[in-house]
Every structure is written in structure tokens, then in C-alpha cells.
């Protein structure tokens, strides 16, 4: 097995993991998202006069319907589709209904979820010089002889990939650096949970590992549940399928890059 991966794996199974990886992923929760008083009183005036349709159409221009329904989407696009659809108008009338004024206030302002808000964290730590080299614009990057990290856009680093190392993914990139002459390329992405989402995000940065690069060290800078000794599909992969890349968390990453 890669050795940075299994270093990460005994981080998180022997170590305070969680308690050192907060300082990289800080996931405090925002504020409550705040409706303007003008059209609340309008979803109140409809839910009063019983106007469903209206209700409805206050409600889907929100940042966040107060009901998680498979058909909401839908609805948000395409506002004329209330009209056509009455037993679907029906039915999501019903739960608000049941809910009341004070309950889908309570969901309609409910801070943004904190995975999304993890992506800039990443870029954020390095900022601060904690691997303990410049981080500077893609202008001064090419310039510095020494050590240096990149610091650009998600797209100015798939480009400056493109251009120079003949990356061909159409996905932005998260990390570039120089150490010790060489290039380092990768994503950083925290595994909060198994399934869905999360497993579409492992998958996307296996396939930068599997890319195309010339020129350049390929890793991916992979945290959460991901290292949990487990039959998950994550840990059997990392361990089999994909134990001879470059997979470690951002907490051996230092050592990493000082070492190639």
C-alpha cells in the first residue's frame, strides 16, 4: 500500500483525527438565512386566504422550500407547471398545512448545510502558510525558483494543468505546487459520510489520479470516513484497488511534499 495512505490511516484510527482535522476544516454552521419582510408577509397573507398557488410561488422563489419532495426542483423551474398539476398543488399544500406558519419559517431558514461550505476551507488553510512556504498568484508562481504553492481558481489551475502538464479533464483542480523542483498536482476533498454525493466526489478525485499528467506528481488530498477500518467501499478501495496512488490527508501533507 502507498505509504502516505497508510500513514493517514493510522492517523485517523490511533490519533485526535478529528480534533487536528478541524483546524484545516473548520464546519461551524452559518447563520439562519434571512427572509425579507415583505414577501413573508406576503406567504403568510396566502397561507391565511388558504391561496395555494399563490402560497406556493412565494414560497419556491425562497433559497429553501420548506419541504424536501422530490418534485420541488421541478416546480422551481418551471412555476407554470402549478397550474397543471392540481393534485401535486394538493399535496404539498397539505404538508404546509399540517406544518403551520411557524414550522416552515423554522425550515425556511435553516443555515446552509455545512458540507457546503467546505470547499474554500482547503484553499483558506493554505493561505495561512501552515505547510510553511509562499502562496502566491498564478503571475508570481513561475517566477519563484524555491518551494511555492499556487494560489488561483478551481479553472486557472485546470488551465495552468492543461498548458503545462497536458491535463484534459474539464474539472478544476484544487492544488499546485512546486517542492524540491518538482510539480505536485491534486484535489482536496472531505468525505463527510458514505453514499451518494460523497461517493460521487471519491470517484471524481480518483479520476485526477487516473488522468493524463506529464511533468508532474499526481496525489489527492482525501479526509473523512474514507480512512475508517471498515468493509465501506471506500477503505477497500484506497487498500486494493487504488493502494498504489498518491491518497493521504491533508495532515501528512507537509511531510509529503518536503520529502518528494
Given at each position: 500500500m502507498n505509504h502516505w495512505t497508510q500513514l493517514s490511516i493510522d492517523f485517523?484510527?490511533?490519533?485526535?483525527?478529528?480534533?487536528?482535522?478541524?483546524?484545516?476544516?473548520?464546519?461551524?454552521?452559518?447563520?439562519i438565512r434571512e427572509i425579507d419582510p415583505n414577501p413573508w408577509q406576503e406567504i403568510e397573507d396566502a397561507f391565511n386566504e388558504q391561496d395555494k398557488i399563490t402560497l406556493l410561488k412565494k414560497l419556491l422563489s425562497l433559497d429553501l422550500?420548506?419541504?424536501?419532495?422530490?418534485?420541488?426542483?421541478?416546480?422551481k423551474r418551471d412555476r407554470t407547471a402549478l397550474g397543471?398539476?392540481?393534485?401535486?398543488?394538493?399535496?404539498?399544500?397539505?404538508?404546509?398545512?399540517?406544518?403551520?406558519?411557524?414550522?416552515?419559517?423554522?425550515?425556511?431558514?435553516?443555515?446552509?448545510?455545512t458540507n457546503r461550505q467546505i470547499g474554500p476551507l482547503f484553499r483558506r488553510w493554505l493561505r495561512k502558510r501552515t505547510i510553511g512556504v509562499p502562496v502566491v498568484n498564478?503571475?508570481?508562481?513561475?517566477?519563484?525558483?524555491?518551494?511555492?504553492?499556487?494560489?488561483?481558481?478551481?479553472?486557472?489551475?485546470?488551465?495552468?494543468?492543461?498548458?503545462?502538464?497536458?491535463?484534459?479533464?474539464?474539472?478544476?483542480?484544487?492544488?499546485?505546487?512546486k517542492f524540491n523542483g518538482k510539480y505536485v498536482i491534486g484535489e482536496a476533498k472531505f468525505l463527510t459520510d458514505f453514499g451518494g454525493h460523497q461517493n460521487a466526489?471519491?470517484?471524481?478525485?480518483?479520476?485526477?489520479?487516473?488522468?493524463?499528467?506529464e511533468g508532474a506528481i499526481k496525489i489527492g488530498i482525501l479526509d473523512g470516513v474514507l480512512y475508517i477500518k471498515s468493509g465501506n467501499k471506500m477503505y477497500r478501495e484506497i487498500t486494493t484497488t487504488y493502494s498504489e496512488y498518491?491518497?493521504?490527508?491533508?495532515?501528512?501533507?507537509?511531510?509529503?511534499?518536503?520529502?518528494?
Open positions: 485517523a484510527n490511533q490519533r485526535d483525527y478529528l480534533d487536528k482535522l478541524f483546524r484545516v476544516y473548520p464546519t461551524i454552521p452559518e447563520d422550500f420548506p419541504i424536501k419532495d422530490s418534485y420541488v426542483a421541478y416546480l397543471r398539476n392540481p393534485a401535486t398543488v394538493n399535496r404539498l399544500y397539505g404538508r404546509l398545512r399540517e406544518m403551520g406558519l411557524d414550522k416552515i419559517l423554522e425550515k425556511c431558514t435553516e443555515p446552509k448545510e498564478i503571475d508570481a508562481f513561475d517566477s519563484i525558483q524555491g518551494n511555492v504553492i499556487l494560489d488561483a481558481s478551481d479553472n486557472e489551475m485546470m488551465n495552468y494543468a492543461k498548458e503545462h502538464f497536458g491535463y484534459e479533464r474539464e474539472k478544476g483542480l484544487d492544488f499546485i505546487a466526489q471519491f470517484s471524481d478525485a480518483i479520476s485526477t489520479l487516473q488522468s493524463n499528467i498518491n491518497i493521504m490527508s491533508v495532515l501528512v501533507l507537509r511531510e509529503f511534499l518536503y520529502q518528494i
